[in-house]
Nanobody, 125 residues
Framework: VQLQASGGGLVQPGGSLRLSCTASGRTVRSLTVGWFRQAPGKEREFVAARRPSGSTHYTNSVKGRFTISRDDAKNTLYLQMNSLNTEDTAVYYC????????????????????WGQGTKVTVSS
């Protein structure tokens, strides 16, 4: 299984970006797909995840601003990011696991078997 993340770029504070995570080798709907990010000098942190059941979970700092959606025809999961601020600047990674991870483990990067390369998001004026 391979995951490919894309869609990063430079955006002004208050702007929006949509990240994509495209899977090959397995359908994205059969995976728990998580988004993680790593800012310069900081540890990788959980952002959001969607389970095969369709349920989603977001870290508190992005609730109400970020939304996960899925396009089964394109085998792609999206992370729509609105109202971006400078603290959202990071390299974003998508990760997948064939299990329906429970909420208490969704945020643990060690639970995910598959990782895409990162896509850089820079929020700056």
């Amino acid at each position: 299984v391979q995951l490919q993340a894309s869609g990063g770029g430079l955006v002004q504070p208050g702007g929006s970006l949509r990240l994509s995570c495209t899977a090959s080798g397995r359908t994205v709907r059969s995976l728990t797909v998580g988004w993680f990010r790593q800012a310069p000098g900081k540890e990788r942190e959980f952002v959001a995840a969607r389970r095969p059941s369709g349920s989603t979970h977001y870290t508190n700092s992005v609730k109400g601003r970020f939304t996960i959606s899925r396009d089964d025809a394109k085998n792609t999961l999206y992370l729509q990011m609105n109202s971006l601020n400078t603290e959202d600047t990071a390299v974003y990674y998508c990760a997948g696991d064939p299990r329906q991870l429970i909420i208490s483990t969704m945020g643990n990067s060690a639970e995910y078997d598959y990782w895409g390369q990162g896509t850089k998001v820079t929020v700056s004026s």
